[in-house]
């Protein structure tokens, strides 16, 4: 793990509680829309969503359907009843002052993810509302309730990852399949997954030590270098033989370091009951199981698939964990016209690379995965080179057909040895002192050489071919 160590003989526990804003019309228990994002402050508001005397909350099937299907994906066991509890809490943003959520009896109890060779264990994952925006000034803080009542789910880990980076690949993979299973589109940017993180550091082989609580964190990388910042700040207090007090703590992102928000609440700090404006609702086991049925290839089992294909361990994964890539690489996989790791090395350096570059998603262009697939294609069958390809590439995201450009443009590739021929020996009698270096054992002079054919073919000579016909006339091996 690049550029964080734990000190030798201590080791850190971190457990997450990771919020997830679900993708749904309609709020958690309301009938205002659950897309606030972008809308005007306030603006998607309601009676109940505003806590208004004598409204009633109503649960949203949706969601409850969503959380089974997380539930389910992780191997939790889902109950038989669908119960909601109140949490009783000071939300300056949330108009109630309390929270309705579920307590011991969580849409899904127990569970794991798989990672790598082993498995992170879920502790439970449970649906509740979320609470407003506080916008803080400098003289007075405003308040935005779009957001508040907008359907949650919170999933809550076992301590079972072992340093910062391990958290940060843990929640990019939450994201991954949340999105597989089309349950949210978990972007932190817009608040729509959001982490809390319990760590403790100990000297090896003691018992777990004392739990410190990061809160709100809203993007991987705060995730990652508030644990950086807090086992450190940890690992000097133990080093000093002093004890780490447990706290709820918040983080600087100016400075990277946490600080105290308040002492940490116990359970009973909360007083949680049963919601009486919610009785128990039976959830059907017909249901469950319809939804068991319906749920899609997951990231893992497309890992395995892959890699049954032969792709390189590394491609497998990337391709299972990004799900717009995966589905790309499934449909041009499913033309059968090109080699899988062909198309892995293809997807993953050269396509993502440019859209890296442009700052676009593959959604937001016009590429097909039959338009890539035959470019890959012509490139395999040695109609066109390696360099041909990549600069067709860009024209491909603007809907361009790569057939049709190579036609109208000329571009397939020489293969015509008689042709190439000519051209090397005009370009040995062009370069006599690089033919004598490489005659002379400099083999790097090869390389000027081979620009050169390649300059006078425009680009359209293949390399490999080039080389060799240079390597016969300069009579070298």
Known sequence: MAGFFLPEGFEAAIGLEVHLHLRTE?????????????????????????????????????????????????????????????????????????????????????????????????????????AGKSLHLEDRTLLDLNRAGSPLIELVTEPDLKNPEEARLFLQRIQALVQTLGLSEATPEEGKLRADVNV?????????GTKVEIKNL???????????????????????NER?????????????????????????????????????????????EEVRRGLPELPWEKEARYLALGLKPKDAEVLAYTPSLAWFY??????????????????????SGLLNDRGISLEKTRITPSAFTRLVQLFERGEITSRTAKD????LLLGEDPEKLVEERGLKAVTDEGALERV??????????????????????????????????????????????????????
Not at 200 to 208: D, P, Q
Not at 392 to 395: D, G, M, N, V
């Open 330 to 351: 499934d449909q041009a996989l499913a033309l059968g016209e090109a080699s899988p790791q062909a198309l892995a090395n293809w997807l993953l350096a050269d396509l």
């Open 26 to 130: 309609t709020k958690m228990f309301c009938a205002c829309r659950a897309d606030y994002f972008g809308s005007p402050p306030n603006a998607q508001t309601c009676p109940v969503c505003l806590g208004l005397p004598g409204s009633l909350p109503v649960p949203n099937k949706r969601a409850v359907e969503y959380g089974l299907r997380l539930a389910l994906a992780l191997q939790s066991k889902v109950p038989e009843r669908l119960l909601f509890h109140r949490k009783n809490y000071f939300y300056p943003d949330l108009p109630k002052n309390y929270q309705i959520t579920q307590y011991d009896l969580p849409i899904g109890l127990g569970g794991r993810l798989p990672f790598g060779e082993r498995a992170i264990r879920i502790r439970r994952l449970h649906l509740e509302e979320d």
């Open 218 to 240: 809203n993007s991987f990388k705060s995730v990652q270098r508030a644990l950086e910042y807090e086992i450190r700040r940890q690992t000097e207090i133990l080093r000093r």
């Open 424 to 477: 090397v020996q005009e370009v040995i009698q062009a370069m006599p002192e690089a033919a004598k270096s490489v005659q002379e054992g400099k083999l790097k002079a090869m390389d000027a050489l081979v620009g050169q054919v390649m300059r006078k073919t425009q680009g359209q000579a293949k390399p490999d071919l080039v080389r060799a016909l240079l390597r016969k006339a300069l009579g070298v091996g």
């Open 200 to 208: 403790s550091v100990r000297r090896k082989g003691e018992a777990l």
């Open 392 to 395: 067709l590439l860009p024209e």
């Open 244 to 288: 780490v007090r447990p706290a709820t703590m918040a983080f600087d992102e100016g400075s990277g370091k946490t600080f105290p928000m308040r002492t940490k609440e116990e359970e009973a700090d909360y007083r949680y009951f049963p919601e009486p404006d919610l009785p128990p609702v039976p959830i059907p086991r017909a249901w469950v």
